[in-house]
Every structure is written in C-alpha cells, then in structure tokens.
C-alpha cells in the first residue's frame, strides 16, 4: 500500500472518529511510525510501505482513534524551543504555556541572579525553557508526584531540552512551597484549575492526564488559596496561569495575600490567560500596574 493511500485512509478515519486536524494528525503519526520528518512525507508519497512498517503504525492509529493524546503516542512534544519527552505521569505541556515562559523570561532580566521556583512543575518544560533563556538564574522545580519529576529528570538530562552547561536546574518533591524557605526572585505555577465540570465536558484528550494535573477544586482555585499565603513569605513576584474565567479573581486573591501591584497578561487567543503579580512596583511597567 502506498504512503499516500495510507494518509489518505489514515485522515479518514480520524475524521469519521472527530479528531481535530485529522490531516495534521495523520501526517505527525505516520511520520513517527517511520521514524521520518513530517515534511518529508511528501517526497515519499509513491513509496510502498512494508508489511512491518504498516504494524507498527496500526496500534499507533487505533490509539489516536480512541483519543489518546498524540504526545503520549509519540513520546515527544515541541515547547519553546525544546523537545520534552512526554507520558501520563504529567500534563502535556500546552502551547499557551509558552506565553508564560515569554513573560517570566522578560521579568527574569531584569532581576539579579537568583532562585526561580517553578511550582507544580510536572515535565519541567518552564523552568528548562527558562534556563535557556536566562541561564545566570537557579531554577527549582516542584511538585507533588514522584513521577512527575521522575519525567522532569528525564527531560532535564535529554540534549534536546537540557540546560545550558553551568546552568543549575534541580528538582524537588513538595506540596506546593512546603518547607521552602530560600527567598526565590520568581516563582512561576501553572497548576490545576479545572472544576469537576470542566474536566467532565473537556475534550477526551485531556482525560487521559493525570487527575492530579487537572483538579483545581470547586471554582479552580484552591491551590491558588493554599500557595499565595506560602509564596508571601519568600517571593516578590508571582507569575500564574490559570483560566480566563478565574484571571480577576486570582488577581484578587493576590492582592488579598500581599500583592497589591498585579497585572493581567492575555494568551495567544487574546483571552485573559496569565496573572503577574508584585509585592512593588515593577519600575519598568509600573504605570500598568493597578
């Protein structure tokens, strides 16, 4: 059967399943199967795959179908700049993630080297993202799963999403900032923060992560309510992502807790997405600040 023949079937029937960008889809798994480039597909569509070939990639296919995410298919997703390796143990790294990873890198340049916390870490994609980008920081990730940072480990020693040579990235079990007591210049959380609703009506793609990755209590915000009266005692500036709907009320809560300077960022949707606050001013910013 011919590469083209069997993109073709493959894309019809991630259609007739109602996976979005069947093509797309299609082309990223055939192209893992056989180990080639995505783009290079097209310079092989006349090719005749091979009977092993073509067992290999039906598993991948009937895994797709039944919507498991195409990164824990593939092992691998890009983020940044990077490629971290991926499997349930954490959530998938999402592309709005990388906005975060922006913002903090440009709050990073003008802070004097230091600790960055990275609450919640799972793969370790913001504090390695960030170490590329601002490598004279220390960076710290945590979380509460072991094997979370198990994967975090994995991705910290891979070439491809390694720090820079002297850049120091460590890694620590804890419930968010429990026992942490080194004053930190930034600490970024991408936690949970969906409600039992949202995860019940979410795509089924997002099931198949870990429950402890999604479950951010009634309104989304509990472990909001538990970290910023812990961050209070050892870090200026915070950096969260959370849901558009719940931007206000965290920049509420911030202020609540003892960061009265707060600042709403949007994502790659222009929604409401990223709340950035300060114990002070920011002096570059402060006339944006509230």
């Not at 198949?208 to 200026?236: E, V, Y």
């Not at 969260?240 to 609540?256: D, G, R, V, Y």
């Amino acid at each position: 059967m011919k590469l083209l023949s069997v993109l073709e079937a493959t894309t019809s029937h991630f259609t007739k399943h109602g996976l979005p960008s069947p093509r797309l889809q299609a082309e990223l798994l055939i192209a893992h199967a056989l180990t080639l480039p995505r783009l290079g597909l097209y310079l092989q569509f006349e090719r005749e795959l091979t009977a092993p070939e073509l067992e290999i990639l039906r598993p991948l296919v009937r895994r797709r179908a039944a919507r498991e995410p195409i990164q824990h298919i593939t092992g691998t997703t890009s983020f940044s700049g990077l490629t971290l390796r991926c499997r349930s143990a954490a959530l998938v790294p999402r592309p709005e993630t990388e906005l975060l990873v922006e913002h903090a890198a440009r709050i990073l340049a003008h802070q004097p080297a230091g600790l960055v916390l990275d609450v919640g870490t799972g793969t370790g994609a913001i504090p390695l993202a960030l170490a590329r980008r601002q490598p004279q920081h220390r960076y710290l990730g945590l979380d509460i799963s072991e094997e979370a940072l198990l994967l975090a480990q994995e991705n910290c020693a891979h070439p491809a999403s390694a720090p820079p040579e002297g850049t120091k990235v460590d890694w620590k079990r804890s419930d968010l900032l429990h026992a942490q007591t080194e004053v930190a210049v930034l600490l970024t959380a991408n936690l949970p923060y969906l409600t039992p609703e949202e995860i019940a009506s979410a795509e089924p793609e997002v099931r198949h992560d870990p429950i402890l990755a999604l479950d951010g209590g009634s309104d989304g915000l509990d472990l909001f309510r538990r970290l910023l009266p812990q961050a209070t005692l050892i870090c200026p500036t915070l950096l969260c992502e959370c849901s558009p709907h719940q931007t206000a009320n965290l920049s509420a809560l911030a202020q609540q807790f003892g960061y009265p300077h707060t600042r709403i960022h949007s994502d790659l949707t222009s929604r409401p997405r990223f709340v950035e606050a300060r114990r002070d001013p920011d002096p570059c910013l402060d006339p944006h600040f509230a």
